[in-house]
């Protein structure tokens, strides 16, 4: 069965710092991977979508990677600002259509 | 636009009054889910469907029911509510194209007193 462990657990930062969160899991079979920011009692937003053909996709100051081989993808935030503080998910789709989510990275950037 | 619309958004109940927690997306996808979330215990999955009239079990399918008659949506019955039920509940609903991103409803929060 599919594990998904999010790295750390949570996160502190001052503003304009870069910033790793990390995603692995344990079946390298997969079929895409999926990044969400969740905010506080809210829904969940997706951020970023990688392709198991895919090294890495880009939006804006967020960078996400997947390195299949090594069961890891890393969300980089670059120069963070305060309205990034929320819950960041990464989710592990393989063979079924099911995905199975980590438990989260809660991020604080503080001014 | 492209939504996937839960309702109530907030409800407060009381042990055993049955309710329905609905689900509906206007993305024609054929995959939807309900999930609960929990402080500390993260996301986990109650029930899923592929598409019409078929359905599966997820993590923690206990105390709760489903059914898709049409693919648009999806309700979620409990039909005696506990406290132990209480919780931040989640629709979501994905196209079967790899390239279709799981999408989300906004939440709804429940309380079972």
């Known amino acids: 069965k599919q594990e998904v462990t999010q790295i750390p657990a949570a996160l502190s930062v001052p503003e304009g710092e870069n910033l790793v969160l990390n995603c692995s899991f344990t079946d390298s079979a997969i079929y895409n991977l999926q990044w969400f920011r969740q905010d506080p009692g809210k829904g969940l937003t997706s951020l970023l979508l990688?392709?198991?053909?895919?090294r890495e996709q880009t939006s804006g100051r967020l960078n996400a990677s997947l390195d299949k081989s090594s069961g890891r993808s890393t969300l980089y935030i670059a120069a963070s600002q305060p309205g990034d503080s929320a819950t960041y998910l990464c989710a592990v789709r393989a063979g079924s259509y099911i995905p199975t989510f980590g438990r989260g990275t809660s991020l604080i950037v503080h001014p | 636009e492209a939504q996937v619309t839960q309702n109530p958004r907030y409800l407060i109940t009381v042990t055993g009054k049955k309710l329905t927690v609905t689900c509906s997306q206007n993305m024609n996808h054929e995959y939807m889910s309900w999930y609960r979330q929990d402080p500390g215990l993260g996301l986990r999955q109650i029930y899923y469907s592929m598409n019409v009239e078929v359905t599966d079990k997820g993590d923690v399918p206990e105390g709760y029911k489903v059914s898709r008659k049409e693919k648009r949506n999806f309700p979620l019955i409990l039909e005696s509510p506990s406290p132990n039920q209480t919780s931040l509940y989640f629709c979501?609903?994905?196209?079967?194209?790899?390239?279709?991103?799981?999408?989300f409803g906004a939440g709804s929060r429940l309380t079972v007193l």
């Open positions: 990688i392709q198991s053909s895919q």
């Open positions: 979501a609903s994905k196209g079967l194209s790899g390239a279709n991103v799981l999408t």
